[in-house]
C-alpha cells in the first residue's frame, strides 16, 4: 500500500494493519521521501473504522491452515484453551505440521492466492475522481502534483480522471478496469527514473486504451504544469 499525503498515512496504516489481522499476511506500507520529509497542517486524518476480525475456531481437530473457500484459515489466540497458537515460516500440512509433499506446498499456495485474488478490498483501493478521456494514474506523494495538474487542464476546458493508486499489490484488476471504462488513454504519472508504475502495470493488465509514461526522476519534485502539458501531448491527433 502507498499513502496518497501525510495525512492519509493515518488511513493507509490502519487499513494495513485491518488487512494483514484479517488476511493474516504481511502487509506492507511504502511511504516516500516527500512525505517523510514534508510538514503540512491538515484537518483531523480520516481513520480506518475497524474491528479484529473473528476467525471462530469449530469443535474437534483445529486445522491451523485449513483449506477453505475464503483462503482464510482458522487462527486461535495465543493462550487459548485447547487449541496452539501456530504462525511457522515452514510449508505445512492443513494442521501445521511442517511437510515437503507437493500437494501440501501448491494446496497452501492456492489457498494464499485465493484469498488475496478473492476478496473484496473495497473503494480504498483507490483515490477516483473525473470522467475524461484521459486517465491520470499515479501512486503516493504524486498524487498532489497530478491532481493540480487535472485542475490546471479543467480550467483549459480540458476534463481528465484521476486515479490515485493506494493499494498496489495484489493490484484490483477488476476495480482499475472499471475505473478505467469510458476512457481512451492513460498516463502513468511517477516520481522515478525507470518507469517503475508504468512497466509494474503494464505487467498486470491487459489494457485497452493506450498507455503513456511521464517518469521524472527528483530530487525535484513534480510540477504540474509539466504534468498538464505532458497530457495535453499524449491528446494531441
Same mark, same amino acid.
Given at each position: ?152 487542464? +479543467? ?6 480522471? %484521476?486515479? *490515485?493508486?493506494?493499494?498496489?499489490? $495484489?493490484? =484490483? !484488476? ?28 503494464? +505487467? ?6 493506450? %498507455?503513456? *509514461?511521464?517518469?521524472?526522476?527528483? $530530487?525535484? =519534485? !513534480? ?15
Amino acid at each position: 500500500m502507498a499513502p496518497l499525503d501525510i495525512a492519509d498515512c493515518v488511513f493507509t496504516t490502519g487499513w494495513a494493519v485491518h488487512l494483514a489481522q484479517h488476511l493474516q499476511t504481511a502487509a506492507i506500507v511504502l511511504s516516500d521521501q516527500f512525505i517523510g520529509q514534508s510538514t503540512a497542517v491538515v484537518s483531523q486524518p480520516r481513520c480506518c473504522e475497524w474491528q479484529l476480525p473473528q476467525q471462530p475456531v469449530a469443535d474437534g481437530d483445529y486445522l491451523r491452515y485449513q483449506l477453505t473457500e475464503s483462503g482464510v484459515s482458522p487462527l486461535a489466540a495465543p493462550g487459548e484453551a485447547g487449541h496452539r497458537f501456530t504462525a511457522d515460516g515452514l510449508e505445512h500440512n492443513e494442521k501445521g505440521t511442517p511437510s515437503a509433499r507437493d500437494s501440501d506446498h501448491q494446496q497452501q499456495l492456492s489457498k494464499r492466492q485465493r484469498k488475496l485474488t478473492d476478496f473484496d478490498f473495497g473503494a480504498d483501493w483507490a483515490r477516483v475522481s473525473g470522467s475524461g478521456p484521459l486517465a491520470l494514474v499515479s501512486f503516493g506523494s504524486s498524487h498532489a502534483a497530478v491532481a493540480e495538474a487535472a485542475a490546471v487542464l +479543467a480550467e483549459r476546458g480540458i476534463d481528465t480522471r %484521476v486515479i *490515485s493508486l493506494r493499494l498496489l499489490s $495484489p493490484l =484490483p !484488476l477488476d476495480s482499475l478496469q472499471s475505473a478505467l471504462e469510458g476512457a481512451s488513454g492513460l498516463l502513468v504519472i511517477e516520481q522515478n527514473d525507470s518507469q517503475q508504475l508504468y512497466r509494474y502495470l503494464r +505487467a498486470q493488465v491487459d489494457f485497452n486504451q493506450a %498507455v503513456h *509514461s511521464y517518469a521524472v526522476a527528483g $530530487p525535484v =519534485p !513534480l510540477n504540474p504544469h509539466n504534468i498538464a502539458d505532458a497530457a495535453l501531448e499524449v491528446m494531441a491527433p
